[in-house]
């Protein structure tokens, strides 16, 4: 079992950017790919992006462009770098390890996630 904390959120103009951060408590981190979800006020949870042990990444198309997810296998550590923010990308923003990139179910309990707020 993973405990995930995940930090870096925060209030951001329009166009503006943000990093995200997820820390993982164990080396078994290594293994597993990632992914970062987010959940809207009233939405359904989704995946947009991920990123397997070995660094390939795929994105929704929601995001492909402005946002690069990234990993460090020693810090046991992954990033969600996010540009050219959108109103629409206000949500709380979760990691976790997905079962499968065509599904939002995932391998280990929910950390708090951290919110993003895009807004004038």
């Known amino acids: 079992q993973l405990q995930l904390v995940e930090s870096g959120g925060g209030l951001v103009q329009p166009g503006g950017s943000l990093r995200l951060s997820c820390a993982a408590s164990g080396s078994i981190f290594r293994i597993y790919a990632m992914g970062w979800y987010r959940q809207a006020p009233g939405k359904q949870r989704e995946l947009v992006a991920t990123?397997?042990?070995?660094?390939?990444?795929n994105y929704a198309d929601s995001v492909k462009g402005r946002f690069t997810i990234s990993r460090d296998n020693i810090k046991y550590e992954v990033y969600l770098q996010m540009n050219s923010l959108k109103p629409e990308d206000t949500a709380v923003y979760y990691c976790?390890?997905?079962?499968?990139?065509?599904?939002?179910?995932?391998?280990?309990?929910w950390g708090q996630g951290t919110q993003v707020t895009v807004s004038s």
């Open positions: 990123i397997t042990s070995g660094g390939i990444t």
């Open positions: 976790n390890a997905p079962v499968d990139i065509s599904t939002v179910q995932a391998i280990f309990s």
